[in-house]
């Protein structure tokens, strides 16, 4: 005799079936992978703006690593990156840190070079640009519109659209 009625196998069945989504859900927004044989480099940047550890690392817009540490060094930030074995980046390849749209999160972009030699394990990026600062860009822009027109209003700077 089965000690369970059908209706409590079929309760049993749909919650471990729930938990099972759930435990996907977890990993799969968490970011978590695991399979990957990945390679660790590292970059120096004057600034790294918002970067933050687990931020993509892409190379024309493909995913092709992780962000796995910022440390300052030298009053300079070292980021470690975790780019896949598969991706082969010449030793005079670029390393810029952009933002997906204008308010989004920071990512590092790798522009690859033409270099014969390549970048080892554990190895460097030695061309890098810094995180651009909007807030930085907005402040020169409008000293620069006040020293153009010697005057101290913005309006002058700006071309009357009626004459």
């Known amino acids: 005799m089965n000690p369970y009625s059908s209706n ?3 309760v049993g069945a749909f919650v471990s079936l729930g938990l099972v989504g759930l435990a996907y859900l977890s990993v799969s927004i968490g970011g978590l992978e695991w399979g990957l044989d990945r390679m660790p480099i590292h970059a120096r940047f004057a600034s790294i703006g918002d970067l933050k ?3 993509s690392v892409k190379i024309a817009g493909v995913k092709v690593g992780t962000v796995d540490g910022i440390r300052l060094e030298n009053y300079a930030a070292e980021v470690d ?3 896949d074995r598969a991706v082969v980046l010449p030793a005079d390849s670029t390393a810029s840190i952009r933002t997906e749209g204008l308010l989004g999160e920071s990512y ?3 522009t690859p070079g033409g270099a014969e030699d390549d970048i080892p394990t554990d190895g460097r990026i030695g061309q890098t640009e810094p995180a651009l600062d909007l807030i930085d860009l907005l402040v020169k ?13 913005p309006e002058d700077a700006l071309p009357d659209p009626f004459e």
């Open 81 to 83: 990156l975790a780019v």
């Open 141 to 153: 822009y409008a000293l620069s519109s006040d020293e153009a027109t010697g005057e101290g209003d």
């Open 8 to 10: 409590e196998i079929a």
């Open 108 to 110: 590092i972009l790798l």
């Open 53 to 55: 550890t687990g931020a």
